[in-house]
């Protein structure tokens, strides 16, 4: 059985590799702490990550809290954010990865008038034909975009997706893609993909992805 330091080794490996045959950079990587102790968190910075990611305010607000004296230690949110944990959340979050509603971003707008610097956030995109999934339609993106932009307290990363688990992720990579190229017509500046999560993270390489999600590969089973 792998330790966490060799799956991090083994993942981190086949990244790079991926990333020179496609002669690319390689993306910000976000290890997954949802679900493990605080601890985990701790062992991972010794080996000198500093990007993690939690699907809950209510769970990472805590580990947060007690890492707070590690430097240059980045907590990004990327489960859906519940309106009503938005004050929380820009207690401790430097970055939401599901900005994925019309509710969601007003209550941003809302909380982050106060705040000294903009709030780094990605639209997520709804690749499928289910309203209840979560996330902006696609042919909507592009106008929820101009709302984001146009809030000065919010910076536009890009997009953010999840790969549909019935068809073959370059499927919904690819459309991703595709919609970030228009994006980017528009917000130049809007140039991120955060794609690619343990099961799928190679594929999303192909397809530009400048933050990848993975937990299970590097942490093991939770």
């Known amino acids: 059985m792998l330790t966490l330091a060799e799956r991090l080794t083994a993942t981190r490996a086949a990244i790079q590799a991926e990333c020179l045959r496609l002669q690319r950079s390689e993306p910000t990587l976000i290890v997954v702490t949802k679900n493990h102790p605080v601890s985990l968190a701790q062992d991972l910075y010794a080996l000198g990550e500093r990007d993690f990611g939690e699907n809950r305010v209510q769970e990472a607000e805590p580990k947060a809290d007690l890492l707070a004296d590690h430097q240059n230690l ?92 019935d068809v073959p992720p370059v499927h919904d990579f690819e ?30 390489l192909q397809f530009g992805a400048t933050h990848l999600r993975i937990g299970t590969a590097i942490t093991g089973n939770r």
Do not use: C
């Open 74 to 165: 980045s907590w990004h949110l990327i489960g859906q954010l519940q309106t009503n944990k938005v004050k929380q959340a820009l207690n401790f979050a430097s970055s939401i990865h599901s900005l994925d509603r019309e509710s969601l971003l007003l209550e941003l707008q809302k909380r982050t008038m106060d705040i000294p610097n903009a709030l780094d956030v990605f639209i997520q995109v709804n690749l499928t034909d289910d309203p209840g999934r979560g996330g902006i339609s696609e042919t909507e993106v592009l106008q929820f975009a101009e709302r984001v932009a146009a809030t000065p307290t919010l910076r536009l990363r890009g997009l953010m997706a999840v790969a549909a688990l």
């Open 175 to 204: 459309k991703v893609a595709n919609l970030s190229g228009k994006l980017m017509k528009i917000f130049p500046a809007a140039s991120d993909l955060s794609i690619g999560m343990s099961n799928d993270y190679l594929e999303a």
